[in-house]
């Protein structure tokens, strides 16, 4: 089969699921939605948001009457169509009832997560030319404070139900005043075109100002009416919502979601293991850091077991690891093996045969109680924002919890490709979602390569952003005359039209022989350490790689038990163990542990070289996190503020 043979088979299927009739597919405008969806759904629990102060839910009739009514009350303060809203906020039903609120008014929102720095919140006031602002509190807009003065904002509105603070020049409303004031002032329609901004959302900005990503009513509408292709969901399925509700991700999954009738139940970081049990959820939708954690907190399980039930688990998982090698390499899903001849896939097909009863006991005795911890009802879960590594992929296939990938951007609404259940090849990013074209073009003469070959994806559909607000510049360079989007993304595609991502253009390592290393792959094949929490791979310029490592400390302390070491943590407090010798993290058998582990996960992996073989390394203790800045709010790693705030740690390994 060519590759154009097997994407014409994706889009006969993609059309099977989406030939039902769509009654979103005519509509000009996002917030259409809402009132027939309060309709087709009524008592339906829509949202429900059980860690708010105090907790709510929503029905969808309820929904779309607390959505018309808030856009009522921006009307009656003066609101009209286009106008710019800034709407800094974190998580919560009142988030979804002010962004859909001012879209139904008319207006744009720009929006960021309240938690921000200061400093970009007020640039993103300023840069969206927003004359409105929505904020999550009274100390939100405190810390913005006076510098509100200089910009044109005269009105701001809390989702809180705070007293307004008295202010001569801005008129500030809380959530129930506003409200108030639309039960009092009918709805008056607006018209709004499918090319009309609807919302701007601006990039981390780990590398200068942020830029202003111009999303259309279009660019969503495309997701919305063609992610049934990958998902079908059904009324009344409950959906576990964790990432920033601002972001493009989250976002879109949301409306997705929503639009079919699901229930969207709010958690976090503090919750979610709770939330998880109590819901039951049927989807989810993460980054690969949320479902890495989840198998970390399933290894840290097994380590504390009896050295029995250890091996146990560990055979049953080592079988059935065995077992879905075999069951991908007959299926014809397993990408470090695209051309099996007919007779290596029937033996695998007759290995995977033989090992199944031994994985039907792995799931008896162990795989259940970890699926437990997902709420054991999932569908689905839907894994975007970065790359996977692959022993989560098998994780998750091995404890029976499906799995998709998607692929895209903010810049691209952001679902370009994804993987669907009747062709989830494990380790790419999947196939181009409808309407959705992918080429994958030579770095230097934008020419495109063979099929096989890597390169830097390129991507053009409905869903490709409308540019970067008031700043031309950058979007002539983003997209090219024929509506071609530079993804900044490398990779290649399979001969079934799968996108295959092996690193980010701008994070390729060039070491001193010419080799150019992509870091992102040898980073998810260290991880699979259970000694190793985060890992940054670096070396640019130098003779060979090196690497910042975050330890399990759990991990290893578990490890010196079992040598009757215990390790001396600088900061922590715990008394030594009676009987115990202590040793620190720069002791040479902890170091000599880290390497050997590094140096047999790289070497273990599809595809090793020996330049990707990681030279020096040094430890920090401090895991990177949104809180220290060092992790954007998807989960991933800023790589140049760890590389900034760490510059003399990296230079010296290379002395």
């Known amino acids: 089969m060519t590759l154009s043979d097997a994407l014409q088979e994706v889009r006969q299927r993609d059309r099977a699921y989406l030939s039902a ?10 917030h259409e939605i809402w009132p027939i969806v ?25 929904l779309g009457e607390a959505i018309r009514t808030f856009a009522s009350g921006l009307q009656a303060l003066g609101i009209e169509n286009r106008t710019h809203v800034a709407l800094f906020a974190d998580n919560s039903h009142r988030w979804f009832i002010a962004d859909q609120g001012i879209m139904t008014a008319g207006g744009m929102d720009a929006v960021r997560s309240g938690t921000a720095d200061t400093e970009e919140l ?57 409200m108030a004031l639309g039960q009092e002032h009918p709805y008056t329609p607006v018209t709004i075109k499918p090319e009309d901004l609807a919302t701007l959302i601006y990039t981390s900005g780990t590398t200068g100002q942020p830029k202003g990503v111009m999303l259309s ?24 919502g964790i990432l920033p509700s601002w972001h493009s991700f989250e976002r879109t999954a949301e409306y997705f979601l929503l639009s079919n009738g699901c229930s969207q139940i709010y958690s976090n970081i503090r919750h979610l ?23 970390e907190g399933a290894q840290k399980q097994f380590r504390e077991q009896s050295p029995g039930k250890q091996k146990l688990i560990f055979t049953c998982f080592g079988l059935s690891e065995r077992y879905v090698t075999h069951l991908w390499r007959y299926q014809d ?82 679902v370009l490709s994804a993987r669907r259940p009747w062709s989830n090849l494990r380790g790419a990013a999947g196939q181009p979602i409808p309407f959705t074209e992918i080429k994958v073009v030579d ?112 991990a290893l302390q578990a490890w010196a038990a079992s040598q009757s070491l215990f390790i001396a943590i600088p900061g922590d407090e715990t008394p030594v ?39 020096p390394f040094r430890l920090v203790i401090e895991p990177f996190s949104i809180e220290n800045g060092l992790l954007t709010q998807t989960l991933k790693v800023r790589r140049p503020v760890v590389t900034e705030r760490y510059r003399d740690m990296i230079d010296a390994m290379f002395v």
């Open 577 to 615: 163990p009676e009987g115990m010798g202590t040793i620190t993290l720069e002791d040479d058998r902890i170091q000599k542990l880290l390497r050997d582990e590094m140096v047999r996960q790289v070497k273990n992996r599809p595809g090793y070289r020996p330049d990707d073989r990681i030279g």
């Open 21 to 30: 009739q769509n009654p979103y597919e005519h509509l000009q405008a996002l």
């Open 217 to 240: 009513h279009r660019n969503l509408l495309h997701q919305i009416n063609t992610l049934r292709s990958v998902v079908q969901p059904e009324p009344g399925d409950r959906v576990v």
């Open 443 to 554: 770095l230097e003469t934008r020419q495109e390569v063979p099929q096989g070959s890597q390169g830097l994806v390129l991507a053009r559909g409905p869903q490709v952003m409308e540019g970067y607000y008031r700043n031309p510049e950058a979007t002539q360079k983003a997209i090219d005359p024929e509506g071609w989007f530079d993804t900044g993304d490398l990779g290649w595609i399979s001969k079934d039209g799968n996108v295959v991502l092996t690193g980010r253009a701008k994070d390729t390592i060039v070491l001193t022989n010419g080799e150019n290393i992509e870091p992102q792959p040898i980073e998810d094949a260290c991880i699979r350490s259970p000694y190793i929490d985060q890992i940054m791979v670096v070396g640019q310029d130098q003779r060979s790689l090196g690497a910042l490592v975050v330890p399990n400390v759990d």
């Open 273 to 295: 293991k709770t939330d998880l049990k109590s819901t039951k959820p049927q989807y989810m939708v993460g980054v690969p850091r949320l479902w890495e954690s989840i198998y």
């Open 122 to 178: 007020l640039y993103i006031a300023e840069h969206s030319e927003s004359t409105m602002l929505v904020v999550e509190n009274v100390a939100l807009l405190k810390r913005l404070g006076d510098r509100l003065e200089s910009l044109p904002i005269p009105l701001v509105i809390l989702l809180s139900d705070e007293e307004p603070p008295a202010d001569e020049r801005l008129k500030i409303l809380n959530f129930s005043q506003l």
């Open 38 to 62: 309060a309709e087709k759904y009524g008592d339906i629990v829509a949202l429900n948001d059980p860690h708010y102060k105090p907790a709510a839910t929503f029905t969808y009739r309820q």
């Open 333 to 414: 899903m397993k990408i470090d093996a695209p051309n099996l001849s007919t007779v290596e896939r029937l033996s695998s097909g007759i290995a995977a045969l033989a090992l199944w009863p031994l994985h039907q006991v792995g799931k008896a005795l162990v795989y259940g109680k970890v699926r437990q911890a997902t709420g054991g009802e999932v569908k689905q879960l839907i894994s975007g924002g970065g790359s996977l590594a692959r022993h989560i992929d098998s994780f998750f296939e091995i404890i029976g919890v499906p799995l998709l990938v998607g692929y895209g951007l903010t810049e691209t609404a952001p």
